[in-house]
Each structure stands twice: as structure tokens, then as C-alpha cells.
């Protein structure tokens, strides 16, 4: 069955550094784009960024354009995300999930990794 | 950017009752939109595509509906495991970007 195992979550600095990782499996993950969706406690969901199948593509919100970079290895099937330059408003529950049929809705999501920005 | 409203933001109902959600967007979105449910602690699940398309194994009792900027999911006879968060999500200019809705909570009243 497919499953989507995040990892790398923390509590980090103002300013600070932190890679996310997302452990694909039960699927041809090369097949898929994969995106990272993000959601603040106790709020709604926030899309962060996208990558094609062959990273050919990817793309981000503009909250993170710039500090963020999302990459994915799959003879790994492995998906990442860097994130530079953290800020308060960063933190949320990060969500990696398969992009349904290349459509921009997203049909299974992992469990997610806790980013907390604190001084 | 396209915002996604949905109401109300909670709703109190029994089990077997229909339940009736709203989401309305700021611009026309064509039927590119989705509908997720989460439940306490867990990731969203895809429950409607492209308006009202059913994703699979998702039960007939859930059924979505609409176009342009309104749109509805209905639930005909709410069972236990319904109660939870609902958000919408529209695609209608992916990849470019793409927003979800607030959220309406679906509450055992």
C-alpha cells in the first residue's frame, strides 16, 4: 500500500535551517509529482510547493519563494525539502502528499513532521 | 491570489442527519475543486475531484456539487465516523499555486 513517511522536524531558531525528508513507498514514485503542504496549528492547510516527476519542474508559494527548496531523489524515492531562513510564521505541521494524476489535488499524504520556530 | 470561503465554519448535527457545506471562491475556478476530510490527528484524506467526482473508495453518502465560484458537499446521512474537518481546494491554476479553503468543522451536536 502506498505510504509517505515524513521526517526531520524540530524546533529551530529564527533564522535557522532545516531539511524534511519524505520516505515514499508502495508506488512508482518517479511517476508522481510530490508536494509539500503545510498546516499551522490549529489552522487550515497551506500549499508550500511542488516538484514534477523528473524535478524538471517545481514551483512555491509565495510565502516561502526564495527560502525554501524543494528536491527529490528517486532512486531514493525520497522527497526534500530545504528550508533556510525560518521565521515564527513557518511553523506548522509539514505534510508531504502524491499529486493525484498530475492534477494539483493530492491523494495520499503522509502523517507529517512538527516545524516549530522559536527563539 | 484566489481565496476560498467556506461556511459555516462549524456545524452541529446528529447522526443520520444531512449536512449541507458551502464553498465560495473569490473567482471563477471552472469545477477545479476538491474536497478533503480530516479527522483529530490525522492527514487530510481526498474525498471529491473536479467538483463531484467521487475519489475511490469514498462511500456514495458523500457528494459534491457546483460550479464557477460555488460550490456544495453533501453528506446525506451522517455516520460517526463523518464528524471531522472538511476543507475545499481549488486547482484552477496549478501548478502556478493553489489554495485551500478554512474549513468547516462537522460537530456531533
Known amino acids: 500500500q502506498v505510504q509517505l513517511v515524513e521526517s526531520g522536524g524540530g524546533l529551530v531558531k529564527p533564522g535557522g535551517s532545516l531539511r524534511l525528508s519524505c520516505a515514499a513507498s508502495g508506488f512508482t514514485f518517479s511517476d508522481y509529482y510530490m508536494t509539500w503542504i503545510r498546516q499551522a496549528p490549529g489552522k487550515g492547510l497551506e500549499w508550500v510547493s511542488y516538484i514534477s516527476s523528473s524535478s524538471g519542474y517545481t514551483n512555491y508559494a509565495d510565502s516561502v519563494k526564495g527560502r525554501f527548496t524543494i528536491s527529490r531523489d528517486n532512486a531514493k524515492n525520497s522527497l526534500y525539502l530545504q528550508m533556510n531562513s525560518l521565521r515564527a510564521e513557518d511553523t506548522a505541521v509539514y505534510y508531504c502528499?502524491?499529486?493525484?494524476?498530475?492534477?494539483?489535488?493530492?491523494?495520499?499524504w503522509g502523517q507529517g513532521t512538527l516545524v516549530t520556530v522559536s527563539s | 491570489e484566489i481565496v476560498l470561503t467556506q461556511s459555516p465554519a462549524t456545524l452541529s448535527l446528529s447522526p443520520g442527519e444531512r449536512a449541507t457545506l458551502s464553498c465560495r471562491a473569490s473567482?471563477?475556478?471552472?469545477?477545479?475543486l476538491a474536497w478533503y476530510q480530516q479527522k483529530p490527528g490525522q492527514a487530510p484524506g481526498l474525498l471529491i475531484y473536479d467538483a463531484s467526482n467521487r475519489a475511490t473508495g469514498i462511500p456514495a453518502r458523500f457528494s459534491g456539487s457546483g460550479s464557477g465560484t460555488d460550490f456544495t458537499l453533501t453528506i446525506s446521512s451522517l455516520e460517526p465516523e463523518d464528524f471531522a474537518v472538511y476543507f475545499c481546494q481549488q486547482r484552477s491554476n496549478w501548478p502556478r499555486a493553489l489554495t485551500f479553503g478554512g474549513g468547516t468543522k462537522v460537530e456531533i451536536k
Open positions: 473567482q471563477s475556478v471552472s469545477n477545479y
Open positions: 502528499a502524491r499529486v493525484w494524476r498530475e492534477a494539483g489535488y493530492f491523494d495520499y
